[in-house]
């Protein structure tokens, strides 16, 4: 590691820990996918994989054919359930490569039927009915058309039915959550009676994991919980007054160091667009971390690192590759010093939620913000 200035740390044992604290919940007839879209949040889909598969998991689930594919590369026969919109071009490439997808209308299923009649194989999807969301999905009065429209051919096979919650991780209102689940259990009912009764049956994502096992079915879908981070603090709240245990630990650390230290008087100006001046003499470190890696520029004047244990704050804007942090009050920092943007350092702690609530978003978009391109380092 002493040969990078930005990379991700990634904790092994946090990951299987997670995997495991996560298995404790399920349901005995579920089994589980992780879900590895957005590069695996953020994390790295290569490495994550990987380690993920170490520690057993029965299926994983992206958002495009193409992860669908490099996936398919290290793992020749895991289920990999491809969850988000597919152009007619790449069908056949996911057939050839065994991959499911994911259709919700009339068009979708026949060019799957097309395909998987050309090929003579029939074409492995999963049905994903809208349930409240409101984003893709059967609505489930046309669902009766789409059944005559399954019935009709051979060349698809339904392996799977699928939906998501709109707004499980809130705690306070599981009230809409339920009533999707009913309306869920109804098209799967609805589809069995005419002879479709997929193996997989799927909606539940981590605050559903965690919370609710009678939505497990046969598969659930496991994202944020994967990676250590709660889906949201009332997730977390509900489970402390409950009282059970689900031992969560964030696998993810984001580490620069310092480029240069500098004794900065009081009145500089500091960075573009002089938005700040030193409040006194002080010192300030330059960090060669910018918004090009996915520190994102609304944390300028207001990010924290940590250094040596000390909080930093950042001061002035942040630029692409660089940003500038006060270093006064860290007892002899050095240059290549190591600088903690998002983990844990001695008893202080700087979180994707810390982040996030700072710039008023979700530790979702913090984490699958950081750059891919950063090198990724898996700690054993
Ligand atoms: C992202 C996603 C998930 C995972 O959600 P988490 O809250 O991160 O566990 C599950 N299902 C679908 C369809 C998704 O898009």
Redesign the pocket.
């Known amino acids: 590691m002493q040969r990078y200035r930005t990379w991700i740390e990634l904790n092994e044992r946090a990951l299987t820990n997670n995997i495991k604290s996560l298995n404790a919940l399920l349901d005995s007839n579920a089994r589980f996918c992780a879900?590895v879209?957005g590069n695996a949040y953020g994390h790295g889909l290569k490495e994550i994989t990987q380690m993920v598969s170490r520690s057993g998991v029965d299926a994983f689930?992206v958002d495009d054919i193409d992860d669908a594919l490099t996936l398919r590369e290290s793992f020749p026969s895991t289920l990999i359930i491809v969850?988000g919109y597919t152009l007619f071009d790449r069908f056949k490439d996911a057939l050839r490569a065994k991959i499911h997808l994911t259709l919700y209308d009339k068009e979708g299923i026949e060019q799957a039927q097309s395909v998987g009649k050309a090929s003579a194989r029939p074409f492995p999807i999963h049905l994903k009915i809208e349930t409240g969301t409101c984003r893709q999905g059967i609505l489930i009065e046309d669902l009766e058309d789409i059944i005559r429209l399954l019935q009709r051919s051979e060349a698809v096979k339904v392996m799977g039915v699928s939906t998501?919650f709109a707004n499980v991780e809130d705690t306070s209102d599981p009230e809409y959550a339920g009533s999707q689940f009913a309306l869920f259990q109804e098209s799967i009912s609805q589809l069995k009676r005419y002879g479709i009764d997929p193996a997989w049956k799927h909606c539940a994502?981590?605050?559903a994991i965690i919370l609710y096992p009678q939505t497990h079915q046969t598969l659930v879908?496991?994202?944020?919980?994967l990676y250590g981070i709660w889906?949201s603090e009332l997730v977390e709240n509900t489970v402390r007054n409950q009282g059970f245990s689900c031992d969560l630990q964030p696998v993810l650390t984001w580490k620069t160091r310092i480029a240069q230290i500098k004794s900065v008087r009081m009145g500089t100006p500091i960075g573009y667009g002089l938005t700040q001046v030193m409040k006194r003499n002080g010192r300030v470190a330059i960090m060669p971390v910018g918004y090009w890696d996915g520190y994102d520029r609304s944390l300028s004047s207001i990010g924290e690192v940590l250094i040596k244990g000390y909080r930093c704050k950042v001061l002035g804007r942040i630029c692409m590759n660089m940003s500038i942090v006060d270093v006064s009050e860290v007892p002899q920092p050095e240059k290549e010093d190591e600088i903690i943007l998002l983990g844990v350092d001695g008893r202080q702690k700087i979180s994707s939620e810390d982040i996030a609530r700072k710039i008023d978003t979700i530790s979702?978009e913090i984490l699958t913000r950081i750059n891919p391109l950063l090198p990724r380092v898996v700690i054993a």
């Open positions: 879900v879209k689930a969850l998501h994502c981590s605050a879908r496991a994202g944020i919980s889906p979702y």
